[in-house]
């Protein structure tokens, strides 16, 4: 099984809809990260989150909210979706200073 | 902006032979990591190479950091098909700022059979 798993892994969706990001992990790690990815370039933070206590914003989380649940559990929400959040998504969680990284959501904006 | 740029963009090489890519940043780190990623696929931890060192070797892969000039290098020797992939190099803090890791816009790596 997956150490880290992400839900859905494909949405499509319109433009002002509430959309959220599931994230689990089995992995026991306290730092987890959501990252965006577009086409042809690297990865982009959105927030991270020490532990159930502590989040912090990334370099572009406007647009984006998240929740830690638990350990295991951190979400992203899209508020209200516009399409240039059109992208792909990446939860990871850290050990040390190496990042594990889930599958990734494929997200589409109307 | 971003923290890493890569070079090349996109490079396509016959299997056997040996793929480098560059990477060069901007600030001082703490460390440098490679990572791999299959078409729409999460990333996969390569290598991590810590602002003291200047080298090192995991089997067909070596990394140098040459933290004067700010880049690093992976190299990819005896290359095979299954290689093909997008390469990313991230920039590291230290533990204690978050691991926060800042990536560059990676190498398109294509090996042909």
């Known amino acids: 099984d997956a150490d880290v798993t992400q839900t859905p892994r494909n949405r499509i969706t319109k433009t002002g809809k509430r959309i959220m990001l599931e994230c689990s992990q089995t992995k026991g790690h306290d730092r987890m990260y959501w990252y965006r990815q577009d086409p042809g370039l690297g990865l982009r933070l959105i927030y991270y989150?020490?532990?159930?206590?502590?989040?912090n914003k990334g370099e572009i989380s406007d647009g984006y909210s998240v929740s830690r649940q638990a350990q295991a559990k951190f979400s992203l929400s899209l508020e209200s979706a516009i399409p240039n959040q059109t992208a792909l998504y990446f939860c990871?969680?850290?050990?040390?200073?190496?990042?594990?990284f889930g599958p990734g959501t494929r997200l589409t904006v109307l | 902006s971003q923290q890493g740029e890569e070079d090349p963009q996109a490079l396509s090489i016959q299997e056997g032979e040996n793929a480098t890519m560059n990477c060069s940043y901007k600030t001082s780190i703490n460390n440098l990591q490679w990572y791999r990623q299959n078409s729409g696929r999460g990333l996969v931890h390569l290598i991590l190479i810590r602002s003291n060192e200047r080298e090192k070797h995991s089997g067909r892969l070596r990394v140098t950091l040459d933290t004067s000039k700010k880049s690093s290098s992976l190299l990819i020797t005896a290359s095979r098909a299954a290689d093909t992939a997008s390469y990313f190099c991230?920039?590291?803090?230290?533990?204690?700022?978050?691991?926060?890791?800042?990536f560059g816009e990676g190498t398109q790596l294509t090996v042909n059979p």
């Open positions: 990871a969680t850290a050990w040390g200073n190496e990042q594990f």
């Open positions: 991230a920039t590291g803090g230290a533990v204690v700022s978050g691991s926060r890791l800042t």
């Open positions: 989150s020490f532990d159930v206590k502590d989040i």
